[in-house]
């Protein structure tokens, strides 16, 4: 007999919001982490708009953005020369309640998440280490280091890229790691990059990213070395030139750390009763902060749909379409990561140069352009992330986010995702036979006025997540037969 319906193994933030997201569902979980406490350093420092939108269905968007810093811009600079900025004040607005990246130190952000799941009644516990499993009828045994032996429904591993739960499934991690070593250090300082915007250099050897902080003179720097020492590496051991380039003077230095980057992509997400999320199923550069947020996008698409399996509230089957959705994304944007960093790393003579002389000065006049910056929030905050291929889809927008519409004072469209369930919209007019069909079904259903983002009398129907599962009306019904859809 199953002691929780879910074992999650690391409170991480793929972890945590993946309990948060169950719990506040009704479902019953077990959190574990190894460690004594959630972690002290910054590590991942941008929280994307499409996880706020997530975080506002939960409620508790507002206390990330008040423990954050909104991106205000980028600058480049190349060789030492102020190259441009591309400005990110204006790129949002139409587009997600949250026209920002915010940026938002890792540690706080996990430790608020740890805050937001014991209001909901759940504490992780810590020193309780996954040390084995295996499946078992009506799901997963597993062996505990701290905690004996635990079985659950569903097993969740978000333990990390050196995760036990894949390596204990068998499941490939292909894919490489990179030469050049990065490290992290979070320090006090002055000069042109604390102007509490984002500055990113390029020289001949070397890159540096550096990140507002809150409180005076607080900065995150984050650099990579083409060539890094055999021995390990330290700050003062760190090449001064890059950060004299930037004019940036170092009065203190509070945490400093390297690590290497891969790129690899498990080669499944799940297998039987036992998921894979977050870093230990992906891993790639930090070029555009994704990783993470990755993390917390893989934890809310498998947290609604295994909380309605348990709740026998979907066809078993959707448990599928979280790898069917999930690992498209993560192979794409590995892909796309691992070019951008291939493309700022290429050592070639005449990459060198267009690297140093054309694109920093290139970028900013491109993105002078309104639409182009759009484009490029739209790519980067995950807010065009999509699902045409799942089995959930369907329609011409099926797997699309919710376009996002502001109603001015009466609101927008997204306020009735915070009950985190199914739901019907119309853009318009509701056609009588969906009003029927809700009613009958218990379906909630929502007008709204007609829009110029979005085709007039639309009908979608509203995957908890914000997805559109179905675009049109006709087909309703059938859909919901289909998927056995039921409302909570
Ligand atoms: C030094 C450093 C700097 C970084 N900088 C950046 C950056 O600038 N930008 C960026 O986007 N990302 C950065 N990252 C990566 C980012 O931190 C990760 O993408 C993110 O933490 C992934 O979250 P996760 O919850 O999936 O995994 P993790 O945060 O790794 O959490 C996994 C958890 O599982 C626990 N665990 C592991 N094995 C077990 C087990 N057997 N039993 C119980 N518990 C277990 C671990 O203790 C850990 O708490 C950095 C990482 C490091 C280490």
């Not at 996990?110 to 799941?117: A, R, T």
């Not at 079985?151 to 490489?176: I, K, M, N, Y």
């Not at 070397?206 to 390990?232: C, H, N, Q, T």
């Not at 639309?458 to 289909?482: F, M, T, W």
Request: net charge negative; hydrophobic share 40%.
């Amino acid at each position: 007999m199953a002691e929780h319906d879910v074992l999650i193994v690391g409170a991480g933030p793929t972890g945590l919001v993946l309990a948060i997201c169950l719990t506040r569902l009704g479902a019953r979980v077990r959190i574990i982490d190894k460690t004594q406490g959630p972690g002290t350093t910054s590590r991942a420092m941008v929280l994307h708009a499409r996880n706020l939108e997530f975080y506002r269905q939960f409620g508790f968007a507002d206390a990330a953005i008040e423990g954050g810093i909104r991106f205000k811009g980028v600058n480049l600079w190349a060789g030492g020369k102020h190259a441009g900025r591309i400005a990110f004040e204006d790129v949002g607005p139409g587009l997600s309640r949250y026209p920002f990246p915010l940026v938002y130190p890792q540690d706080q952000h996990e430790q608020m998440l740890v805050g937001q799941l014991a209001r909901l009644g759940v504490g992780v516990e810590r020193e309780t280490e996954l040390l084995s499993f295996q499946t078992v009828d009506g799901g997963v045994r597993a062996r505990l280091k701290g905690g004996g032996v635990h079985q659950a429904r569903f097993l969740a591993g978000c333990d990390g890229a050196r995760s036990t739960v894949r390596e204990e499934l068998g499941v490939g991690f292909p894919g490489g790691t990179y030469a050049d070593l990065f490290y992290v250090a979070d320090v006090i300082g002055s000069g042109p990059p604390s102007n509490g915007d984002t500055h990113v250099a390029l020289d001949e050897a070397d890159i540096l990213a550096v990140f507002p902080m809150k409180g005076p003179g607080r900065m995150r720097l984050v650099g990579s070395l083409r060539e890094p020492p055999a021995e390990e590496l330290r700050w003062e051991d760190v090449s001064k030139r890059i950060i004299e380039h930037l004019r940036l003077k170092i009065d203190e230095v509070r945490w400093f750390s390297t690590y290497r980057v891969h790129h690899r992509v498990a080669s499944a997400f799940r297998r039987g009763p036992v998921f894979l999320l977050g870093d230990a199923a992906h891993i790639h550069s930090p070029v555009g902060g994704q990783g993470m947020n990755t993390g917390i996008g893989d934890a809310v698409n498998l947290g609604w749909k295994l909380a309605a399996v348990l709740q026998n509230r979907i066809d078993p089957e959707a448990l599928d379409t979280f790898e069917t959705e999930r690992i498209a994304f993560a192979r794409q944007l590995v892909s796309t990561t691992d070019k951008a960093f291939e493309f700022i790393n290429n050592r070639g003579p005449i990459a060198e140069g267009v690297r140093l002389h054309v694109v920093p000065f290139l970028l900013p006049k491109l993105f002078s352009l309104r639409a182009g910056r759009r484009l490029l929030f739209k790519t980067v905050s995950q807010l065009a992330v999509k699902y045409p291929d799942s089995p959930l889809s369907a329609g011409p927008e099926g797997g699309d986010r919710l376009p996002w519409i502001s109603f001015g004072d009466d609101g927008d469209n997204y306020a009735p995702l915070s009950s985190f369930d199914w739901q019907v919209h119309c853009y318009g007019e509701a056609p009588p036979e969906v009003r029927e069909l809700c009613g009958a079904r218990g379906m909630p259903l929502h007008v709204f006025p007609s829009h110029p983002g979005i085709e007039e009398d639309a009908v979608y129907l509203v995957r908890p997540d914000g997805h559109i599962g179905l675009d049109g009306a006709s087909a309703l019904g059938n859909y919901l037969d289909e998927h056995k859809i039921l409302p909570r």
